[in-house]
């Protein structure tokens, strides 16, 4: 154990805590902001202490939105956040655990191939394709359906390549011993494989739920009805040009739920989360 | 890395690739190809034929002074997110690996920014930093400053490389932590019992050490400001004041989008994906070099 000079122990945690404060204040406001009435709001500056309306806010915002998003309630894009996560996160992780048992555990033409086509896609994310993927998302008339949502982010290069690692490491003997009691490749993914497979695909389950969560160029391209909207392009539509006729304190109430759901699973599952990120990104 | 006891067969790997190979086809390299094709052509004005311009789009969009403005925005704001978010993770992280009480807490709230979208941190800067509403804007106002990131361009730079960076801050204290943990604690002692102070053990110890994790940590922050913050321009600033803060990615939208410019808006996502192609060459051949030397 190292010796530490007494005087220096508190600039850990006074730096620490000026960290805590940079990340809690503009959370903070945004609670206090959610809990207030529009007046109270724009009536510049806004009360830093928690008003009595926080429960009525997002009951308003639950149940009915804003005006500027067409009634939409935030109840209904919670949901559509929700489908969008779920299935990319469980999408990518069901087609990519057996994309990469195929590649580990087979020898077969054009293996290389199909590895470095899967692999390149990491160059390519929807940033640099956005119109042509659109396109095709409107030929095959995608546009405003949940798989339009969904199926353009499902592949991924990084879930292939983690999986694919985490195989490298089974041993021989296991394989072997598999072959001698007669089980073939289909048991041994069923019974062996996944079973051990069971921390990685929850760590990676955590990122990607986050990932899916979180998107935004997507999501803003391919939906247009208001049925079809996402809880983050939600709040950007209540925002609209920032007038006065923005409803603040529902935009606050609306931010706040578009938060929870991720932050939960990030507290809920620090542990595996923490494990994978470093380990999905070695 | 390859495994010396497989199975054999074709069909049934040929099956467990098909869903993965099929999405990649159809919604990575069809587009991508789409976009290199569309790139060198250009569309008449009704959008009815359609010929070959060669390098055209491409000399257009170079020679275009509003394309280099946004390349030198984006470059701007890159560095800045990447110097802020590093600089404020590797504090952090120096930090946390020093105390031992309330060190699980410290942790868990770090952590927290990683879970928000880009674009709602762009949200809840805003709602600070609003001219007419934000508190931060009122009492910077009190001080004597005039705030009003909706007319003034560096305060616009300002607030949109603040929430940026704010997000980021979580991933790099996290990576920065594990890369700290792993330094061995003998070394540091044996530099403690030479008389090392504190600060010559970082500078002459921990931080060549830490190396090749900020190396790392630079790519991906980067890569982070060029594609992952059109969500915190489209909602603080929308590329304004006079196209202050439009970085490339936000221009390939509104210019494909809005401005309805296919060819240019396709030159644009080839030049992007030369762009991330590079990068990420650069993190694969340090990779590499790490697990040589690891």
Redesign the interface.
């Known amino acids: 154990m ?4 007494r005087s ?1 122990a508190w ?3 006074a ?2 805590i000026t ?2 404060m ?6 903070y ?2 609670f206090v ?1 959610s809990s207030l009435t529009a007046s109270d ?2 009536d ?3 009360s ?1 202490i928690p008003g009595p309306h926080l429960f009525e806010n997002f009951a308003r915002a639950l149940g009915s939105g804003t005006v500027k998003t067409s009634g939409e309630p935030v109840a209904a894009m919670l949901l559509n956040s929700l489908v969008m996560a779920l299935v990319i996160a469980g999408g990518k992780i ?3 655990l ?2 990469a ?9 054009l ?1 290389r191939l ?1 590895f470095w ?2 692999f390149v ?5 929807v ?10 998302a409107a030929d095959l008339s995608l546009i405003d359906s949940y798989a339009g949502l969904t ?2 982010l ?2 991924s290069a990084t879930a ?1 390549l983690l999986f694919r690692q985490f195989f ?1 490491t089974i041993p ?1 003997e296991l ?2 011993a598999a ?1 001698i009691d007669g089980a ?3 048991r ?1 993914l069923i019974d062996t494989v996944i079973p051990l497979s069971r921390t990685n695909i929850a760590a990676l389950f955590v990122i990607l739920f ?1 990932y899916g ?5 997507w999501p ?2 391919v939906t247009n009805t208001p049925s079809m909207t996402t809880i ?1 392009i939600g ?2 539509q209540m ?1 609209g040009n ?1 007038d ?1 006729q923005t409803e ?1 304190h529902i ?2 109430a609306t ?1 706040l739920l ?2 929870l759901p ?2 939960l ?3 809920l599952m ?1 542990r595996w989360f ?1 494990k994978g ?2 380990e999905a ?2 | ?1 390859e ?8 069909l ?3 099956l ?2 098909l ?3 099929a ?10 190809a ?2 290199i094709l ?1 790139s060198v052509r250009r569309e008449d004005a009704f959008g009815l034929s359609t010929r070959f311009v060669g390098a055209e789009n491409f000399t257009a969009v170079l020679g275009d002074p509003f394309y280099l403005a946004s390349a030198e925005t984006t470059l701007l704001f890159s560095i800045a997110v990447a110097v802020l978010a590093l600089g ?1 993770g590797l ?2 992280a120096v ?2 690996d ?2 031992v009480r ?1 060190a699980a807490i ?1 942790k ?14 762009g ?6 930093f ?1 001219p ?4 931060v ?3 910077l106002r009190r001080l004597g400053i005039d705030w009003n990131y909706l007319l003034d361009a560096d305060q616009a730079m300002l607030l949109v490389v603040l929430a940026a960076a ?1 997000k980021q ?1 979580s ?1 790099n204290f ?2 920065f932590l ?1 890369g700290l943990q792993s330094i061995p ?1 003998s070394l ?2 044996a530099s ?1 019992i030479d008389g090392a102070s ?1 600060r010559r053990r970082f500078w002459t110890i921990v931080f060549p050490l830490l190396a090749p994790t900020s190396f ?1 940590l630079l790519v ?1 922050n980067i890569v982070y400001a060029f ?2 913050t ?2 915190v321009i ?2 603080v600033t929308q590329g304004g004041p006079a196209k202050a803060t439009e970085i490339l ?1 936000y221009k ?2 509104y210019d ?2 809005v401005g309805l410019d ?1 060819g240019s ?2 030159a644009q ?1 080839v030049i ?2 030369a762009i ?2 590079g990068l ?1 060459a650069i993190q694969f051949r340090f ?1 590499e070099r790490r697990v040589h030397y690891a």
């Open positions: 190292m010796v530490t000079a220096s600039v850990p945690h730096v620490l960290g805590l940079l990340v809690l204040f503009p959370v406001v945004a902001g709001i724009l510049a500056p806004m830093l069901l087609i990519s057996p994309s048992y195929a590649v580990v555990f087979f020898r077969f033409p293996r199909c086509a899967i896609t990491l160059m390519l994310p940033e640099v394709r956005i119109i042509p993927t659109y396109k095709i199926l353009p499902v592949a292939t490298l021989d394989v072997e072959k073939g490749p289909w041994f986050i969560w979180n998107q935004y160029l803003l391209l983050v709040i950007r925002i920032g006065t603040w935009v606050m931010t578009a938060v991720p932050v699973v990030v507290l620090q923490v990120l470093v990104e070695k | 890395m495994r010396r006891v497989v199975f054999s067969g074709w049934f790997p040929a467990l690739l869903p993965q190979l999405v990649t086809l159809v919604f990575f390299f069809w587009p991508a789409q976009a569309q404020a504090l952090f930090m946390a020093r105390v309330g410290y868990t709230i770090l952590l927290l920014p990683y879970a928000i979208a880009p674009a709602i941190a949200v809840l800067w805003l709602f600070l609003n007419s509403i934000g508190v804007a009122v009492a704010w801050i991933y996290l990576f594990a604690a540091l002692e403690a504190p790392f991906v594609f992952d059109f969500g489209h909602n990615v390939v939208w494909g989008m296919l808006s396709a996502s992007l994906m991330v192609i990420t990779i």
